[in-house]
């Protein structure tokens, strides 16, 4: 068969245009460039149209639903605008329903006990919505489309009507409530929490660590404010207010953090009171209208019901949780619960949590890029002092400023360690794997300032910092010494985590350097060690933790595996290379014991990554049946948002891949998905993607350039094609290999490409169900 040469990496960096991998999708020889010229025929429509009411469609049958009450966070509704969050479930031992109030700018500031203790996410509080009888039923619906929770509470006095929404610009949880007759006199009561870290009920305390104070409970004229102070000085508020209109009593809740300074309470009662002068409806309705602008800028459907509406909640679930000026996601995102992990999690948390945003089309929320760039000079600190001329990492765990304290054996942090030596735990890869997600949402809009302003200049002393001890040995190569795998819990030399890390990030400062007109006096070290590193250990089984460690336990996390998923460094172009991530995609997940849910959106991802839809989506069977809460939430010692975000992207990765530049078209769905509708996804090289299947078979594919890149797609039709422009009039394409297409766009151009003679109907609809679901949340 065929195949197309492979262009420089550098081409793929620039422009998009390199083939990448082995080209093995079916499909006819294409049609020479010359027989398809444009014609002076009759134009015919190329534009699809997305009626409203498909957004509508989805999301109305993606809403949640509860007819039990939930007892726990992981069971019940959520609320969010990417700072301050609510979760709603049952008051333990109580006739109540609690309302949490958390927030995730606030935490505490004494890096002293480290970032787990000192600078910890701090609890807030909850509000408990006590009834006059006692709660019989209830009936609540989280509507996606407008971000909030609807429905009544039933007791034995009559009933309570609530509408509820966290606002999505201004720090406000508005709760309105509705009472039947018998239950006029309902109460709301707050309930401030202990300043103390989270993880002080999972591990010992710091010599000299103690909580903050209790908070001070206020009156303001008719605003109240639990006034919380820090050892550390600054505070935080939590204000409220309520409103009673035509029979309708609203609550608002604001929450404000403030250090060193002590102003927090003058904005959230500032706040609450603003908020608190607009009748409820009023106040939701901006807050309706960017829900409304947010989902519309991708679609998604596809067969199997459930995994439809999940996907549009993990949607939902990234917008309350994540803002580009938001701090980057905690594990919990803005919903604080008990949790070991009350931090920021670097080496695998953050950068899942955040791939999802690239596909569908939210580049608004990345706050990975906004964080790596403003606190850069932390990086720098946060590496040994004889380091920090070059070099820079990021620690397992920060604060939002991406501090990670002092780190001591009872503080339990973790910070950048120093390949060669334990303690501290030599974990040094992650600021290069963040950079990585720097790097998609460069490739994905191709805006070469996040290339120039963040991914070279980090990525350059993230490199540096490797090379302090990359030696020569005996066989010519170059060597690591003994660093740590996430989470492995063994040190190797040659570890697998690095040896991919830093190929994936020379190869990237070189084509960077270029693309930018950077002559960087580094250049030959790069290349020195792109030709000399060391290969990856490799035993019988596959990839190697890293020399002389193979792969031998039950390992939840693939820091092994990072050249297949996500970096794409080995993507099984020869037999050999795509028998071996076979049998180490095998080996990873035969044992049991370990595993966690993200395992099982690594192992579809990679499945993906083969071509195998079923594979992949066995193993989303299987994370939904084994990991995922009834409100699509996931838990293991704690609340860890990552795991059903990154489910999201693995359904991604089945429906469009991009790397390496080729854009891949329904590369990897299983049989039973032979309908399936994506508008706007978002490609490396800034494309836009619309593509319809039916029947099994693709009909037609979409692509609008956002920014010139030359457009190679696979586009998986069967048979002759034509290419079509926005006005209906044929395109000229060159063959690439393989049912592999090349198409000249220029910024802003389109092209549509179908079966040749074929005049689909290009409206964007959802695709029918193949089989009836259950609602998410929990219905009777």
């Known amino acids: 068969m065929a195949t197309a040469p492979d262009p420089s990496r550098r081409t793929v960096l620039a422009t998009g245009t390199a083939i990448g991998g082995a080209l093995v999708v079916g499909g006819a020889a294409a049609v020479p460039a010359q027989a398809a010229t444009a014609t002076a025929e009759t134009a015919v429509p190329a534009a699809p149209t997305a009626p409203a009411d498909s ?26 605008n990417g700072y301050l969050g609510s979760g709603i479930y049952a008051e333990p031992g109580k006739n109540a329903v609690r309302f949490n109030v958390q927030h995730s700018e606030v935490q505490d500031q004494r890096p002293e006990f480290g970032s787990l203790f000192g600078l910890a996410r701090l609890p807030i509080g909850h509000f408990t919505l006590e009834p006059v009888g006692t709660i019989t039923g209830l009936d609540w619906r989280l509507r996606l489309r407008d971000a909030e929770l609807t429905g009544t509470l039933t007791t034995t006095a009559g009933t309570l009507r609530l509408r509820a929404f966290v606002h ?31 993880r002080a009920a999972f591990r010992p305390l710091p010599d000299g660590y103690q909580g903050n104070p209790p908070a001070v409970v206020e009156q303001h004229g008719d605003a109240t404010a639990a006034v919380q102070p820090l050892l550390a000085g600054g505070q935080h508020v939590t204000a409220w207010r309520e409103s009673t209109r035509a029979g309708r009593r609203t609550l608002y809740v604001s929450v404000a953090h403030s250090f060193p300074k002590t102003t927090a309470r003058d904005r959230a009662l500032s706040t609450v009171r603003s908020a608190s002068s607009v009748p409820y409806d009023a106040l939701a309705l901006p807050h309706r209208r960017w829900w409304d602008r947010f989902y519309r800028k991708s679609f998604l459907s596809l067969p199997d019901a459930r995994l439809q509406r999940f996907y549009w909640i993990q949607l939902y679930k990234t917008a309350a949780a994540a803002r580009r000026d938001a701090p980057v996601m905690a594990t919990c995102g803005p919903w604080l619960e008990s949790t070991p992990w009350p931090a920021t999690w670097w080496n695998l948390n953050v950068q899942l949590e955040y791939w999802l945003i690239h596909g569908s089309n939210h580049l608004e929320l990345d706050a990975v890029t906004r964080a790596l760039g403003e606190f850069r000079e932390q990086l720098t600190a946060e590496v040994a002092p004889a380091y920090r001329g070059d070099s820079a990492g990021v620690p397992r765990t920060t604060d939002m400023r991406l501090r990670n304290g002092v780190a001591t054996p009872t503080s339990n942090g973790y910070g950048v360690g ?9 974990e040094v890869g992650n600021l290069t794997w963040a950079l990585h997600n720097v790097w998609l949402s460069y490739r994905h809009t191709m805006d070469k300032s996040l290339l120039r302003d963040v991914v070279f200049p980090l990525l350059r002393k993230a490199v540096n910092y490797y090379l302090h001890f990359l030696t020569p040995g005996p066989d010519g190569k170059l060597h690591l010494p003994a660093t740590f795998s996430p989470e492995y819990g063994v040190d190797a030399p040659d570890c697998n985590y690095d040896l991919m890390l830093l190929r994936w990030g020379c190869r990237t400062l070189l084509d960077s350097a270029e693309e930018l007109g950077i002559s960087d006096p580094l250049t030959t070290r790069w290349q020195e060690v792109l030709a000399k590193l060391v290969a990856y250990p490799v035993d019988a089984n596959g990839y190697m933790i890293g020399a002389g460690v193979p792969f031998a336990k039950s390992h939840r996390h693939y820091s092994h595996l990072l050249a297949v998923y996500p970096l794409y460094e080995i993507t099984g172009r020869t037999a050999d290379e795509r028998a071996l991530i076979e049998k180490s995609l095998s080996h990873w997940v035969s044992f049991e014991g370990a595993l966690q849910g993200y395992t099982f959106t690594g192992a579809a991802s990679m499945s993906a990554l083969l071509g195998k839809g079923e594979d992949a989506l066995k193993y989303l069977g299987e994370l939904m049946t084994r990991f995922i809460q009834a409100n699509t939430m996931y838990k293991e010692s704690g609340p860890v948002i990552e795991t059903p975000l990154s489910a999201a992207q693995s359904l991604h990765d089945m429906v469009c891949q991009s790397w390496g530049g080729v854009i891949r078209v329904f590369p990897a769905l299983p049989a039973a998905w032979g309908e399936l509708v994506v508008h706007d996804f978002r490609t490396q090289g800034a494309f836009l993607l619309s593509a319809v299947r039916e029947a099994g078979k693709t009909r037609w594919v979409r692509l609008t350039s956002e920014a010139g890149a030359p457009c190679v797609v696979r586009h998986g039709i069967e048979g002759a094609i034509e290419v079509r422009d926005a006005r209906g009039r044929r395109l000229s394409w060159d063959p690439a290999g393989d049912g592999t297409i090349r198409i000249k766009l220029k ?6 490409i179908t079966a040749r003679g074929d005049r689909p109907d290009l409206r964007i609809r959802p695709v029918r169900p193949s089989a009836q679901a259950p609602a998410w949340g929990m219905p009777a």
């Open 418 to 426: 120093i390949p060669g030596q334990n303690p501290p735990t030599p």
């Open 747 to 752: 910024k802003g151009e389109s092209a549509l």
């Open 168 to 198: 999505t610009t201004t720090s406000v949880l508005a709760v309105e409530i509705t009472p039947s007759e018998g239950e006029r006199d309902f109460g709301w009561v707050f309930h401030p929490a202990d300043a103390i870290s989270p």
């Open 55 to 80: 957004w509508r469609t989805v999301l109305d049958d993606a809403d949640l639903v509860w007819q039990k009450m939930p007892t726990t966070w992981y069971e019940g509704p959520y609320l969010g």
